[in-house]
């Protein structure tokens, strides 16, 4: 059974940018199960926080009664978006094809494949790679006036460092999903980022144009910081879904550490949370944001999301264990080695361990060693949780955590690892 009102709670959420005609879109989400289509490009080995707009979306609109097609580029993943900084490196074919099981892997957490609007997924290589280039051009192309083309935004601002044809006709194969899931499958809406909008938009007009029916499609905002910079970054680079790519312990992290401006913003986003719940963390991070209700609410909502419940114990436990709140034996090892690396853990080589002194200093806790000796003597120095009173300690072997890490820490908040190899 549908929800008539799904795109409320979407503009509520902040979800819709932009979007083709509103009162149209609405009254058709509202008067069956709508048959709907995002797609992500295997651009990467792994999807980020961007991609994961999309996914949410496409959960809420599952949720609402309607139905999912998820389509994985196997064949625009082949070129690319045009995107403002230049052209992209094009992958080998192999690359993509990997990627691209990566991909599909990964979006196939996110909405169920059971039940009456049972998800699916597709691959736009499976109806490109055998298109011949003059029936391209002249089915697909003949749509496409090369003026409207040069009015696209991305465009424009390419055309004065340089844009190849390559990209410049990705906007049609974008268009061509559309039209083939709208022929094969039903599919009448498409969304996406708001920086896909022009082909959305492509897409609905070929659909037009072709068959003569009326197609959708809806945009998301950008999410940005609150100076305006993009968010989807760590110390580490972008904030990947993979866990190999980037551990659940830095994953929580990021998102425990957002501004208190944007902690309602993201929560009615990336969450699952009802209205009232929300408005409730917003206003307490507003009255006592030295809490953080909002932000530690939202981690463990979005880590238990991307990566489940038992990855969100691990992380707070390891948190709570490396500022002393915890047994640093019981934390898993990956997971612990994952948050001593994003403290900018040290290395050594393998063979006899340097005194306490030297290693306070390694790890950058204290500039000299005289500084060492004063945290030391002062009570401020501690090796895997246990406060430090002798400057002359010799750790060994014994003391190693997590197969080969030493943890040091400087009074309550400061710590780093010494990783032996």
Do not use: C
Request: avoid cysteine; aromatic fraction near 8%; charge should be negative.
């Amino acid at each position: 059974m549908t929800t008539p009102n799904v795109l409320d709670e979407l503009e509520w959420r902040g979800l819709v940018a932009h979007s083709t005609d509103r009162d149209a879109l609405r009254a058709a989400l509202g008067e069956g199960s709508v048959r709907f289509y995002v797609g992500f490009d295997p651009t990467a080995p792994s999807l980020h926080m961007g991609n994961l707009v999309q996914l949410v979306t496409a959960r809420r609109l599952q949720d609402a009664g309607h139905t999912p097609y998820i389509l994985v580029g196997g064949a625009t993943g082949m070129i690319g978006d045009p995107r403002d900084s230049g052209e992209r490196t094009l992958n080998s074919l192999d690359t993509v094809k990997e990627w691209t099981e990566r991909v599909r892997q990964q979006v196939s957490r996110f909405v169920s494949f059971e039940g009456p609007n049972a998800a699916t997924t597709v691959n736009n290589y499976d109806w490109t790679a055998s298109l011949s280039t003059i029936d391209f051009l002249r089915d697909i192309g003949k749509h496409f006036p090369v003026n409207r083309m040069l009015a696209r935004d991305t465009v424009k601002r390419r055309l004065e460092s340089g844009i190849s044809y390559t990209e410049f006709s990705y906007v049609l194969l974008q268009s061509m999903d559309y039209l083939n899931l709208f022929r094969e499958h039903g599919v009448v809406l498409q969304f996406g980022g708001s920086d896909q909008w022009g082909n959305i938009t492509g897409g609905a007009e070929l659909v037009r144009r072709v068959e003569g029916a009326h197609a959708y499609g809806f945009a998301t905002p950008l999410i940005t910081k609150s100076d305006g910079t993009k968010y989807g970054k760590t110390e580490g680079g972008a904030l990947w879904l993979d866990a190999e790519m980037l551990s659940p312990y830095a994953f929580h992290q990021f998102w425990l550490n957002v501004e208190d401006e944007k902690v309602g913003e993201l929560l009615r986003i990336f969450t699952f949370l009802p209205r009232e719940e929300i408005e409730d963390l917003e206003q307490q991070t507003a009255e006592k944001p030295f809490l953080r209700a909002g932000q530690k609410r939202l981690a463990d909502e979005v880590t238990a999301l991307v990566h489940g419940a038992e990855e969100v114990e691990h992380a707070k436990a390891a948190a709570a264990a490396l500022f002393g709140g915890g047994d640093l034996s019981t934390i898993k090892p990956d997971t612990l080695a994952s948050a001593l690396r994003e403290a900018g853990g040290t290395t050594l080589p393998a063979g006899p361990l340097p005194g306490i002194l030297d290693l306070l200093v390694a790890a950058g806790l204290a500039k000299s060693k005289g500084e060492a000796r004063r945290t030391v003597t002062e009570g401020g120095a501690y090796l895997n949780n246990v406060r430090v009173e002798d400057t002359e300690l010799q750790p060994t072997e014994a003391d190693l955590v997590a197969g080969s890490w030493l943890v040091l820490r400087r009074g309550k908040k400061n710590f780093a690892g010494v990783e032996l190899t």
